[in-house]
């Protein structure tokens, strides 16, 4: 199987572009995939009659279960629809770029989270403690903590994520490393997920795309 192969309808894009020195960032979803090309769901904006003139250079990002593929291709016209028309763009102009999911994203972010020590999955031994987190990404966090606690730890993560329902993961400790926060030192403490919450990682990956989509649609990065 090729990379193009992992692309499939209804699949989510996103997809920027620049025109006239101004940069334009949607969200949309495969609608039809061709072999010389995709089309995807027309996005509604008032700019998007100008960012999708045939002719514009445009770069997708598609996300299937695991991957991202991101690559550069042209914009070939309109397909007229019932409701919102679709956009045809070509094959990729140059090499179609695949990363893993998890390893792709990561977001600088100060989020309110709980945490506990584990002696395993089921088996807590203390109490849940309030904190923040330093950074999330899609296969680890760092968290800061008051206290240090050792290499290997096992911890259950209760993130609260903004405006989103609370829920838990559990991970192992990687790294801690002392930090000052004020005139008190503080731990910067990173955990990788456990491999077996999978659906909790996709919530997080999700909320750190949005967030990305969204500093970018301000100029923010």
């Known amino acids: ?15 920027t572009t620049e025109v006239d020195g101004i940069k334009y960032n949607f969200g949309s979803k495969i609608m039809r995939k061709r072999n010389d090309g995709i089309s995807f769901l027309m996005p509604a904006s008032q ?40 956009v045809v763009v070509s094959k990729p102009i140059e090499k179609l770029q695949v990363k893993d999911k998890k390893d792709s994203c990561f977001l600088k972010i ?7 020590l584990l002696r395993n999955i089921t088996t807590p031994i203390s109490e849940f403690k309030k904190s923040t987190t330093e950074s999330l990404g899609g296969s680890e966090c760092s968290i800061v903590l008051e206290k240090e606690i050792s290499v290997d730890s096992l911890v259950e993560v209760k993130f609260h994520l903004p405006q989103k329902p609370s829920f838990s993961l559990i991970g192992k400790v990687t790294e801690v490393s002392e930090i ?3 005139e008190r030192s ?26 990305h989509r969204s500093l970018r649609k301000r100029g923010m990065m």
């Open 1 to 15: 199987m090729n990379e193009w192969d992992l692309i499939h309808i209804l699949q989510r894009v996103e997809v």
């Open 47 to 86: 700019y998007s009659s100008v960012a999708f003139r045939k002719g514009n250079k445009v770069n997708l990002t598609v996300y299937t279960n695991d991957k991202l593929l991101n690559f550069d291709a042209e914009v070939l016209g309109l397909e007229q629809k019932a409701e919102n028309p679709w």
């Open 110 to 116: 100060n989020v309110p989270i709980e945490y506990r």
């Open 180 to 182: 000052k926060k004020g």
């Open 186 to 211: 503080k731990y910067l403490v990173t955990i990788l997920y456990d491999s077996r919450f999978t659906k909790e990682q996709d919530r997080i990956i999700k909320f750190i795309f949005d967030t």
